[in-house]
């Protein structure tokens, strides 16, 4: 079992930024990869950042240039910083992982921007 433990969320005005923390109960250093999601009321969960165990990312395009995916394996916690925050960006965000055929997800985090 797998607990993934989300925070940094909040409210904060267009322009803005949130660095989002994702906290792991087991080690990451070996995970493939750890990433970010987020889901809309009504929408599909959507892929935003993912990081692979050698460092390597990937970005929604919807994302790209304002948000940073980074890990800190001695800490078993995966970031997400976000800047020049849109009121588009406004929505919960999970994180995830998958280890020996499972997903695993935290509970999420409400990322809120104001116009």
């Known amino acids: 079992q797998v607990q993934l433990v989300e925070s940094g969320g909040g409210l904060v005005q267009a322009g803005g930024s949130l660095r989002l923390s994702c906290t792991a109960s087991?080690?990451?250093?070996?995970?493939?990869?750890m990433g970010w999601y987020r889901q809309a009321p009504g929408k599909q969960r959507e892929l935003v950042a993912v990081?692979?165990?050698?460092?390597?990312?990937n970005y929604a395009d919807s994302v790209k240039g304002r948000f940073t995916i980074s890990r800190d394996n001695a800490k078993n916690t995966v970031y997400l910083q976000m800047n020049s925050l849109k009121p588009e960006d406004t929505t919960v965000y999970y994180c995830?992982?998958?280890?020996?055929?499972?997903?695993?997800w935290g509970q999420g985090t409400q990322v809120t921007v104001s116009s």
């Open positions: 087991i080690s990451i250093f070996n995970l493939n990869a």
């Open positions: 995830h992982t998958f280890v020996r055929g499972y997903d695993y």
């Open positions: 990081i692979a165990r050698g460092g390597s990312t």
